[in-house]
Each structure stands twice: as C-alpha cells, then as structure tokens.
C-alpha cells in the first residue's frame, strides 16, 4: 500500500529553465494538494486539483504556475522560467475527498533549488 | 481570514519531561483540526485529528491534543518525551469556503528539540 510518491526528490534548476514536479496521489485518491514550503515557513496551499479538474487555484502565483491532474498519470506542477525566490520544498498531499474533514497524505516533497 | 498561530517558534526539552505546544486558531465556523510532525528532509506525517464530539484526541506516538472553543487552542501535549521526537511540528486547520475545498491551513511550525 504506497503512500504519496513524489518526483523528483531534488531537482536543481538554473535560472530561466522550467521545472516540472510530479505527484502520484494513494492508491483510491483522486484529490490532489499541492503546497509549498518556504524556510522558515509553514506550508502554503497552492491549488486543489481532481482528475482532469482544478478545483482552487487561489494559492497559484498568477504567472510561471500551472498544475494538472490528468485522467491517467500522476499530477504535474510546472514552473515555467524559474527564479530564485522559487526554491522551495514542493509537497503534494492526497485525500480520498476534498472536504475539510478529511485528513490529507503527504508525500516526501521535492526540494527544488534555484542557481 | 483564517489562521493558525503558533506561538513558540522553537522550543528545548529534556528527554522525559513533559511537552506542550501550543496553537491557536482563528476560524468562524466548526474547525477541523490536525497536527501534524516533520523530520528534518521529510515530508508531513499525520500525529492526530479533531472533528467533532470528545475535545481530548489521542494520537500517534503517545501525543494527544485538547480543543478548547472558548480559548480557540489546540495544543498538542506529549507526558515524556523521547529523543527520538526532535522534529518540527505543524498545526492546521481544514478551510472550508461554504463548500468543500478542504485546503489545509499550516501555522509556522514549532521546531522541539530534545536535551539528553
């Protein structure tokens, strides 16, 4: 019974590069979280995803940020032209619904840095 | 706008003394309730949950946790802590916009570190 797989564990990327990060949520979980995790900082919701469905994006950065959740395949967030203030560690968390009532799963992170 | 708050940014204590971190919430409605541990390079690991019903829950690892409305607190209370609970601790709350989004809210967290 695995839990959260993320992918990336570290990733490293220049300035300008984009960077994609990949989330496969448990086994019979179909709601997807992605958060971010700045030092020195608690995690920050960035956008609730369902299959082949954004749900809130309101934590997104308007520009360079985008998430997907397709039909088949784990969940993707991109970051386009990354820039420093983007290193951060990457967490994705699955539930088996999205209300707030249930506890969410997190999965290792992605520690994406910036050079 | 909801938040949670935890005050004490990190805290020391010696192996076997007792632990309490604290939390506080601002939320309108009913709120659901987690804590949350990380070790350093980890991701999140779920220590406990409040709901609904009984305000004392009982966790993982030997942890519990007392809502208390009144002072709007959750904080999270070990007897004896063992070395081995070095970690950083999140409290959250589950947002709920009038649907069911159920976004997590994280405090800063409270790093423990444990004396030998």
């Known amino acids: 019974n695995a839990g959260v797989m993320q992918n990336p564990r570290h990733l490293v990327r220049r300035r300008g590069q984009e960077a994609r990060l990949r989330c496969s949520p448990m086994k019979g979980h179909s709601h997807v979280y992605w958060y971010r995790q700045l030092p020195e900082e608690g995690l920050k919701f960035m956008v609730y995803?369902?299959?082949?469905?954004?749900?809130?994006e309101s934590g997104m950065p308007k520009e360079r940020f985008s998430a997907e959740f397709p039909k088949e395949g784990p969940s993707i967030l991109r970051i386009q032209q990354v820039v420093r203030g983007d290193s951060a560690a990457y967490f994705c968390a699955s539930s088996p619904q999205g209300v707030a009532s249930y506890e969410q799963y997190f999965g290792p992170g992605t520690r994406l840095t910036v050079t | 706008a909801q938040s949670v708050t935890q005050p004490d940014i990190h805290i020391t204590v010696s192996e076997g003394a007792s632990l309490e971190l604290r939390c506080n919430y601002s939320y309108g409605a009913t709120p659901y309730l987690f804590w949350y541990v990380q070790s350093p390079g980890q991701g999140l690991q779920l220590l406990l949950k409040y709901f609904s019903g009984d305000t004392l829950v009982q966790g993982i690892k030997g942890f519990e946790a007392e809502f208390k409305r009144s002072q709007s607190s959750f904080n999270l209370r070990k007897p004896s802590v063992h070395w081995s609970d070095a970690a950083e601790y999140f409290c959250a709350v589950g947002a709920e916009y009038g649907g069911s989004q159920g976004n997590l809210i994280f405090g800063k967290g409270t790093k423990l570190s444990v004396k030998p």
């Open positions: 995803l369902q299959k082949e469905n954004i749900i809130d």
